[in-house]
């Protein structure tokens, strides 16, 4: 680890460690620390939930559904936690899925107000070309152009040192995301009280540790089906039981199954 934490927004540049390039055709995803990223071209999606909060920046306008109420038509809008929804696309679409606990989650949770979701202006994504994204640096930089506008007053913040327990636990998570990590062995490893920990680790690192655990799992078993194991062998590297839990695991997550991303 390089010991040090930036912003939810400026880390956004930082954590993106390889450039993924695709066809400006295909379809792109990628996981990191509390956030994922999904370029696509969805035609609709049927009725679900998910507990990330969403972004979507559309090519055209497109619309959120719950049942017979439409809840959003236009190019941008953010959507709550746990919101239930169906979706209509039209043309390329990127997705921003943010952990609801995490720092940044709080800011987008402080915009929407209380409400389900907010429609905002198309003239905040006019300069945005979501279709021409075909890099993982592409889309930070569309999330990046985007998020000074929706929440001026959270600003990037300088770097600044993790606590090296900290930075002993992310080492220790990143190098044993395939075994339990009980909470009570992280203490070990941080030689810290279970409340200290809890504590320290969401002021430093920006979500709680439970969920961050969580994402990496998600990471290390996504990249491995992108590397073309199977979804046992993947949801094995990632630390989930079988795919079945991973299946589930990501569909509350994201509100889609891995094998309608992943497998295509």
């Keep these: 680890m390089n010991g040090l934490f930036c912003s939810p927004f400026s880390c956004f540049c930082r954590i993106i460690q390889k450039r993924f390039v695709v066809p400006a055709s295909s379809p792109l995803l990628f996981l990191s620390d509390g956030f994922a990223f999904y370029r696509g071209n969805l035609s609709s999606v049927s009725q679900h939930q998910h507990h990330a909060v969403e972004l979507v920046i559309s090519e055209g306008p497109c619309e959120f559904w719950n049942g017979p109420e439409r809840l959003h038509r236009g190019r941008v809008a953010l959507l709550g936690a746990d919101v239930p929804h169906r979706f209509v696309g039209n043309g390329w679409q990127c997705f921003v899925y943010v952990e609801p ?45 985007l998020m000074p506008k929706l929440i001026p007053d959270a600003a990037p913040a300088l770097a600044v040192s993790v606590d090296e327990r900290i930075d002993s636990v992310l080492d220790y ?32 690192v920006g979500i709680p540790i439970r969920k961050y655990v969580l994402w990496n799992r998600l990471q290390v ?30 569909s509350e997550m994201f509100g889609i199954r891995p094998s309608d991303v992943l497998l295509k």
Aim: glycine letters at 6%; one cysteine or more.
């Design 101 to 145: 606990e995490s720092r940044l989650g709080w800011h987008l949770a402080q915009y929407l107000n209380g409400q389900p979701v907010v429609s905002l202006l198309d003239q905040l994504v006019v300069d945005l070309s979501v279709a021409e994204a075909t890099t993982t640096d592409e889309l930070a930089l569309l999330f990046n152009q």
């Design 221 to 250: 078993s996504v990249q491995h089906v992108l590397q073309g194991q199977n979804l046992t062998q993947a949801a094995h590297s990632g630390g989930f039981a079988d795919s079945a839990h991973f299946s589930r695991t990501f």
């Design 173 to 204: 998570v990143k190098t044993h995301i395939d075994d339990p990590l009980p909470l009570g062995q992280l203490t070990e490893v941080a030689c810290l009280s279970e409340g200290r920990l809890m504590h320290l680790f969401k002021e430093q």
